[in-house]
């Protein structure tokens, strides 16, 4: 397809997230009603697998070492030795290489829209992108109050590393979390004042802090190459099964959660009915899985019983 859009959908998934991307695709036929383009990379040999599944669907899929040759910098042979999780983050950072839009949306497989949206949803200004720009607060409160209570470690060891790094002090700040919105002009600004004087490419900096998204940020503020529009998150964002409980117990539909996102991340690592193909968990653990999954639901709705009647 041609280049030079305005912008642009873009996944990078894989065979056992098959099912939950067949689900974000078929939500992206439904809602994009201005026919954004969208673009699906995988690995090179489920290509077939992908293209079969998807074919009644207007998504260009196409083989993941397209992006990563476009960067002959990159140690194809170390990639691959690295777990799948850091090689995503370095094929998601690296697509705006191919030169297919000066912005991509970075959906994961576990996103799904839940209402129509165009490019007003995510263009500030002419060309210039909104910027996912907030303090993670959503996140670090509920997880303070119904765990894991050490989610706000993780949050300043995946971030503050990376501040340090382009010399920045103050707040910590969240770019994320999934979908991405992402212009092509702040990475191309974070390799040419960062990455090349280094001598470094990007699966160095991943394997030296492994948060894509804050590098991305990070390298923004750095180096001002657009104007700053900053947005909230786009999507409701289930870190967690009990936010997702929690929501429900409010009475938050995607429905009513359409008013004021336009999506939903259910994400995979708690979701794993969603798995695709031989390494899904076998019958037993999986049965074992519900069964904890009930007993953990029911203790957190009591807790939630409790806390009404205190409070």
């Not at 999954?293 to 806390?307: A, M, P, V, Y």
């Amino acid at each position: 397809m041609d280049t030079n859009h305005i912008l642009v959908l873009y996944c990078c998934t894989f065979s056992r997230d098959l099912l939950r991307t067949i689900r974000l695709v078929q939500s992206v036929q439904r809602y994009n009603i201005e026919k954004i383009p969208f673009y699906l990379s995988v690995p090179d040999d489920e290509v077939s697998l992908f293209k079969n599944k998807l074919n009644k669907f207007d998504v260009f899929v196409f083989g993941e070492k397209k992006i990563l040759r476009a960067n002959p910098k990159l140690d194809m042979k170390k990639l691959y030795e690295v777990p799948g999780s850091i090689r995503q983050q370095v094929i998601k950072s690296e697509f705006w290489r191919l030169e297919k839009a000066k912005n991509y949306l970075v959906l994961d497989a576990d996103c799904i829209f839940i209402r129509d949206f165009n490019k007003s949803d995510f263009i500030a200004k002419n060309d210039i992108p909104y910027s996912i720009v907030h303090e993670g607060r959503d996140l670090l409160q509920a997880t303070n109050n119904f765990g894991p209570k050490q989610t706000k470690d993780y949050f300043l060891e995946d971030r503050d590393p990376i501040k340090s790094s382009l010399n920045r002090k103050g707040i910590t700040y969240d770019y994320g979390y999934a979908p991405f919105l992402w212009c092509s002009k702040v990475w191309k600004s974070f390799d040419e004042n960062f990455l090349i004087p280094k001598n470094k490419n990007f699966l160095d900096v991943i394997l030296e802090c492994g948060s894509e998204f804050t590098w991305y940020g990070e390298s923004l503020i750095a180096y001002q190459a657009i104007p700053i529009y900053p947005r909230e998150q786009l999507f409701r964002h289930y870190h967690y099964e009990n936010q997702y409980w929690l929501d429900r117990v409010l009475g938050y539909t995607e429905k009513k959660l359409s008013h004021n996102y336009l999506g939903v991340v259910y994400q995979s690592n708690w979701q794993i009915w969603k798995h695709y193909g031989d390494k899904r968990k076998s019958f037993s653990s999986l049965l074992w899985r519900l069964f904890t999954r009930q007993l953990k639901k029911l203790f957190f709705k009591i807790k939630i019983i409790i806390n009404i009647i205190i409070y």
